[in-house]
């Protein structure tokens, strides 16, 4: 299974679904069900999005020191993406 593998794991968000009343093929979901559903498929994106984004900011943030060779530099760029 690719999900035991390095480079997928860490791609993938588990949603929780109850065996009997939800996903799967069941066509009698009612329009509350399925909205919820959605709104729990949205919430692990963001998650996967916001580690993402974390990774790609840290990884910038190192190749900038190693060019630069100053900290002060990166201290620089990480308030003006941040805003802190």
């Not at 559903?37 to 998650?47: D, H, I, S, V, Y």
Request: charged fraction near 30%; hydrophobic fraction near 40%; proline fraction near 4%.
């Amino acid at each position: 299974m690719q999900t035991r593998l390095p480079g997928y794991r860490d791609r993938i968000a588990h949603v929780s679904l109850h065996e009997e009343t939800e996903g799967g093929l069941n066509l009698n979901m009612p329009p509350e069900l399925i909205v919820e559903l959605g709104e729990r498929g949205e919430r692990a994106a963001r998650l996967l999005i916001r580690s993402y984004e974390e990774l790609i900011f840290a990884s910038l943030m190192r190749r900038l020191i190693a060019m630069t060779g100053r900290t002060r530099a990166s201290e620089h760029l990480r308030i003006r993406l941040l805003g802190n």
